[in-house]
């Protein structure tokens, strides 16, 4: 049988699936990856500047970078991958999306059960006075600052900050109870999201990866796709439709 063949087959018997996705999947909606050609690490010193240090020492600089990715987000529109996982969630029995991404394409297209690793590119707050909001409209200042004076800050995960206990413990359930795993549009070497994958195959998972180039995942993979999720992920789920 074809690997398609193979992937609709095990989605068809699963009853839990759990997918982890990656800035690849916001690609084609025209949104910049981190590490791939073009990637926003070519432009910027994300390690530098995506720190609370960077935000600390010089917030316009920060703030003038990642209102330009705001923008590009809200100006982006879901793909054929974001809307195929909507879809592949109302075929399966326990579905859960875990993402990287703080882009809210996948909830645009119309995903419900998604954990957000690393926050979300929407949802502001202020670090002195916990005052947060939820904005989808260009940010009237930059930096954006508080009713207190502060200036805020968005509710993402930044370099060298932990990630939300519950988020991650409700991921890796997700996980280690997945009969399959889909690991899509990620370079699978930022942890802890890289366990999941392995953790997930650890117990029993079949392990599918979505992927145009090799990641550390491509040689333990139980089926391989190297081509764009926008145009393998509407085939499987059409596949699986029969
Ligand atoms: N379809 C599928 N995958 C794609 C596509 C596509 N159309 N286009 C690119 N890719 C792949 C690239 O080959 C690359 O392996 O998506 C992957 C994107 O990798 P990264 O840019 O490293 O993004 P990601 O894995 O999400 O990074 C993880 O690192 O910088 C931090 O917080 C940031 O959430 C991010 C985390």
Redesign the pocket.
Known sequence: MSVLGDVAEKLQNAKRVAVLT????S??SGIA????KG?LWERYD?EKLATPRGLKSDPAYFWEWFEGRRREMLGAEPNP?HRALAELEKLVESFTLIT??IDRLHQRAGSKNVLEL?GNAFTIYCPRDGWRMETYEPLPSIPPFCQCGAVMRPDVVLFEEPLDEGTLRSAFLAAENAEVFMS???????YP?AYLPVEAQRNGAFLIE????E?PLTAIADAVFQQ???EILPKIVEKLRG
Not at 33 to 36: A, L, M, Q
Not at 184 to 190: F, L, R, W, Y
């Open positions: 990656g800035a690849g999947i690609a084609e990856t981190f590490r791939g990637g994300v991958g990287q991404n690393h899509i549009g990620t370079s699978a070497v930022v999201a979505i992927n145009p180039e990641t764009k999720a926008g």
